[in-house]
Structures are given as C-alpha cells and as structure tokens.
C-alpha cells in the first residue's frame, strides 16, 4: 500500500501522455492522480503505530539488482511520514491552481507535476540509498522542465542554475555514500556489524558499518554528504540558485519547491549526514550553526530591501531553514523536534504565501511593491489570508511558525555547556556544543523577519489602492478573474490555513508523533562510540576488572 503512492501519481502521468487523452480530460486526470494517493494515506495513518513512530513501518523489500547488491526496499518512519502526508496534501492544491495560470502545453505541464510528486514521495519512503538517490536526482527533471517552460522572463538561465546546483552537490553526496558501502563491505567483517564484509546499501546497515569508521574518515564523508544537501537545503553560502528559481519558477512550481523539495536537503542531514557521521557532525556543528545564523541574519536583512514580493518570500526561505538546520545541531529533542516541525510548519505556511501571489500576479502581471498597494480595498479576502499566512511565516504566537522557532531556538540555548545538564528532555550529564549566545544572533532573525514581511503586508494590502496600469493587455491571453479570490482559490488555501491553526493552537498532535524518531536520532549521535556529547562517566575507559556498564539507552528513566 505504501508503494501505491508513488505508483498512483506515475500511472496518472502515464495515462496523460496517451494520445487519446484530451487536452480537456488532462486536468480532470491530474487532479484524479493526485486525489488518490489520500485513500492509501489515510488507511496507512490508521494502522500507523505511533507510539513506536522511530521505527520503520510497512516495510517492503523486493529484489532489483542482487549481484550488485541492490534492492527496492521502502518503509516509513513518523518523520517520513508527515513528510509524505505533506507532499500529498500539497499535490491537488497544485494542480487546482494551476487551472488558469497554465494555458499552454498543458499535457506536458501536468506530466512532469505528477512525476515530481512521485519522486518526491519516494525520496521519503526509500531505505536503500541508492535508490533513495534515484528518486533524490530523478526529482531535477520536472523541475527542470516546470521551470524553463513555464517559467519568467529569466526561467532558462534559473532552470540551468538550478540543475547544475543541485546535481553537482548530489554527486557528491552520492560519493560519500557509496564509501561508506565500499567501507563496510571492506573494512569491516560480520564479526564487527551483522552486514560487515558483503556489499549492502540498506539504509539501516550502512548506519551501523559508519559508527565504525575513524573520526578522520567521518569528516571528509560528513564534507561530502554536507555539501550535497546543504546545496539543497539550501544553507548560506550555497543558496544563491534558489531566489532566481523561485521567482521564475510558475506557482505551482514554486509551492512544490518550497514546500516539499527544499525539505529534501533537510531530511538527507538528518537521516545520512548526522546518523552517518556522529562524531564529525558534533565536530563541526560549531561551523554549521553559524552558517545557519550567518544565513538567517543575511537573508532576513536581503529580504528587507527587496521590491519583488515572490523574491522576498524565496529569499525568507534561506532564513527560515537556517532556523531548521540549527535546531538539528542542537542535538537535543527540542531542537531536533522543532527542526522537523519547521520543514512541516515551512511548507504549509510559504506554500500558501505563493499561492497567494501567483493568484494576484495572475490579475495584474506584476510582483513589485511599487506598482501594487492597498489592495484590501479592492481583494478584502486576498489580503486577509496574506495577513494570515505572513504571520504565520513571522512566528505569530497561536499559529504554527511560532512553535517550530521557539523549539528551535529552545534548543539550541539548551546546548551549552553550562545547560545541557538541567535541560528538560536533555540526557543527564551531556555536554553540548551550542549555547545561548547562539540562540540570543539567531533570535534577531525573528526581528527582522517581522519587520520584512510586515512592511510587505502593510505595503501592499493597506494604505492607498495602487493598480499597475497594464494589467489589462491584450498580450495576457489568459481568462478573466474575478476581481477577488474566487470559490476555487478559497478553497486551495482553506486546508493549508486551517493547518497552521491546528499545528499553533495544539502541536501536540504532531510533536507526539516525532517524539520517538526524535529520541532515537538523539541517542544516536549521544552513544556513538568516542561521542563527546556522552556524560564524562559513560567516555570514561573501563578497566578489565570492571563489567562493561549497560548502554544508556536501556534505562527507561533515562530514555523517557
């Protein structure tokens, strides 16, 4: 059942290319395609164990190529599968608002959709890593083509960088995978970890084989695997394809890239670069942080001089995810826990900000701040969800970017040194790398973004009623809208806004079902061998006279 969820949205692509599929029934497919993958989704998040939600669920494991050691092998843990709940939720939003935006080569538009909302859905469900980077490299490919056909002015020189971007950082982090499958079948024999001395790329065995490598080798597969999702995340220096993507990119484009296809870079950190390399990741989340911080403080101030409302949202991004990546160097369940939220809470709350403008540049051909302005008077229900929606991006309290910020940022003040020890849900004795001085540079970005996206809000919904004078040209063949949202757009924003309500008002739902996957990746990095997060005793080396103590996470006290 899990697999029908890529399986669904790639027949649906199928049967589009079919030539006796009309241009009219196109959409009438897409939507069906994407409408679909609910039933297999709501019936797995039934039978869905969530008290155990660290442990991979409905796991499937058939043959591909044996000689070679490969396998399609899928299964779905409680991160994963929000994610895929996510992606899911995301895909017949898209296509719906797609209906009058897109006009022009409309079977090739909702052939590559589709493809790209498969691909994405198996990046989450795939525990082999090949396969995994089939599916991670193979979700280019629409983009690519959504971009360059149905982009901006500048759309081809975006979709290039876009693709030389992403697809070198990929490789590279396809190099330090493979090593750490060559060093497992190498260096390592049954006797060291069950899989040592044969050729796997199960996920869950190369874990096991890289706790074995030196701490020298962990840093340069760290490096590799950093490099290339880092580039996808993206994390500052590395961000500067996505802002021109964004902005050519068409709506739909846009919302997948935000919502769904930023996280990709994200999870690959916390399910290969942390779990993978333990110890070079406390290592080097110094230098991590900081990039984020440097990020977040950046892009926050690139965002306050910008006139181009889609590239300020893009730019707010780089921000937002350096909060993200931040709390998963904390290395502690607030800040892991409010990572994961924000990839969640990010997706819902941007990809309804750029549905909103696609809505308005479909009326009026134009983003920029100087020739749009007070536009409640003419597009009252438009504005009221940007107000919503921008404050849900701000960290408005009550709404859901505020819960996903303040455990990031919980988090990492809880990582100092003189913290760690006292924190709630911290381990008794470890020693983190972090602090609040760090906590305290990050925090400004909360400021600045409220300041960036209020002046946009206050710019464009309130003061003077300010149209661009052009609007109305004959070369926009496009149908006719209504002067405010239509029933149709109200609708695509409903499910999203009633989202970020849920998710503000009670985060329980959500943080009770990443609390175990949150513990195990937390426990993982604290008892890898030689960890410097330990507690002094646990690092201490154990005398031949002495029994070898229980590992820390046998103790239910301790583990709770």
Same mark, same amino acid.
């Given at each position: 059942?899990?697999?029908? %969820? ?67 092998? %899928? ?35 909702? *052939? ?11 990046? #989450? ?6 396969? +995994?980077?089939?599916? #991670? ?6 983009? *690519? ?37 060559? *060093? ?91 779990? *993978? ?6 290592? @080097?989340?110094?230098f991590i942080a900081t990039l984020s911080i440097i990020g977040i403080v950046a892009a926050g101030l690139i965002c306050w001089v910008q006139t181009d409302v889609k590239k300020l949202v893009a730019y707010s991004s780089v921000a937002h995810l350096g909060f993200c990546v931040l709390g998963m160097f904390a290395f502690n369940a607030a800040g892991m826990q409010g990572a994961i939220l924000y990839m969640i809470n990010h997706g819902l709350s941007t990809g309804g900000l750029f549905l909103l403008i696609g809505m308005v540049y479909e009326? @009026? ?22 107000? +919503? ?14 819960? &996903? ?96 309500? %849920? %998710? ?26 030689? &960890?410097p997060l330990q507690p002094p005793l646990t690092r201490a080396p154990k005398t031949a006279a002495e029994p070898a103590a229980a590992p820390a996470s046998s103790a239910p006290s301790e583990s709770k």
């Amino acid at each position: 059942m899990l697999s029908l %969820l890529v399986i669904i949205p790639l027949l649906a692509a199928a049967l589009i290319a079919m030539p006796f599929v009309s241009r009219t029934r196109v959409v009438s497919v897409a939507f069906l395609g994407t409408l679909l993958p609910f039933v297999p989704l709501v019936m797995l998040a039934s039978r869905f164990d969530w008290t155990n939600g660290g442990v991979d669920q409905f796991t499937s494991k058939s043959a591909w190529l044996p000689d070679l050691g490969l396998q399609v092998l %899928l299964g779905v843990d409680s991160i994963s599968f929000l994610l895929i709940a996510l992606t899911v939720l995301l895909g017949p939003i898209c296509i719906a608002a797609s209906l009058t935006a897109v006009t022009k080569r409309v079977k090739t538009y909702y *052939f590559w959709l589709l493809v790209l909302q498969a691909a994405m859905c198996g990046v #989450f469900m795939a525990r082999d890593v090949i396969l +995994f980077y089939v599916f #991670f490299e193979f979700t280019l490919i629409p983009m *690519f083509v959504l971009i360059s056909l149905y982009g901006s002015t500048n759309r081809r020189k975006a979709a290039i960088k876009f693709f030389l971007y992403t697809f070198t950082g990929s490789v590279i982090a396809l190099a330090g995978l493979v090593y750490v499958a060559w *060093f497992n079948a190498t260096q390592l024999t049954a006797g060291q970890v069950v899989s040592g001395g044969q050729w796997t790329f199960e996920v869950a065995a190369l874990r096991a084989a890289s706790q074995q490598m030196p701490a020298h080798t962990q840093a340069w597969v760290f490096a590799a695997l950093m490099l290339g999702f880092s580039i996808k995340v993206p994390l500052f220096p590395l961000h500067t394809w996505l802002p021109l993507a964004h902005t050519e990119a068409p709506t739909a484009g846009s919302v997948m890239l935000a919502g769904v296809l930023l996280k990709l870079g994200t999870y690959g950190i916390l399910v290969f670069a942390i779990p *993978f390399c333990p110890l070079a990741a406390v290592a @080097y989340s110094v230098f991590i942080a900081t990039l984020s911080i440097i990020g977040i403080v950046a892009a926050g101030l690139i965002c306050w001089v910008q006139t181009d409302v889609k590239k300020l949202v893009a730019y707010s991004s780089v921000a937002h995810l350096g909060f993200c990546v931040l709390g998963m160097f904390a290395f502690n369940a607030a800040g892991m826990q409010g990572a994961i939220l924000y990839m969640i809470n990010h997706g819902l709350s941007t990809g309804g900000l750029f549905l909103l403008i696609g809505m308005v540049y479909e009326r @009026y051909h134009t983003r920029s701040m100087k020739e749009l302005g007070g536009l409640a008077a003419r597009m009252p229900v438009w504005s009221t969800f940007m107000v +919503f929606f921008a404050m849900a991006s701000v960290g408005l309290p009550g709404l859901n970017g505020f819960v &996903s910020e303040f455990l990031c940022l919980l988090g990492t003040f809880q990582a100092g040194p003189n913290w760690a020890a006292g924190a709630p849900g911290s381990i008794a004795g470890t020693v983190g790398t972090l602090g609040p001085i760090y906590a305290a540079i990050a925090g400004t970005g909360m400021i600045i973004a409220a300041i960036y996206l209020l002046y946009m809000v206050g710019k464009v919904c309130f003061g003077p009623l300010v149209e661009p004078h052009h609007h109305h040209d004959a070369e926009h063949d496009a149908p006719a809208l209504p002067p405010d949202l239509s029933a149709r757009e109200i609708t695509l924003l409903l499910p999203l806004a009633a989202l970020c309500l %849920l %998710l503000g008002v009670y985060p329980k739902i959500a943080t009770d079902a990443l609390e175990p996957a949150v513990s195990g990746r937390v426990r993982l990095v604290i008892d890898a061998p030689g &960890s410097p997060l330990q507690p002094p005793l646990t690092r201490a080396p154990k005398t031949a006279a002495e029994p070898a103590a229980a590992p820390a996470s046998s103790a239910p006290s301790e583990s709770k």
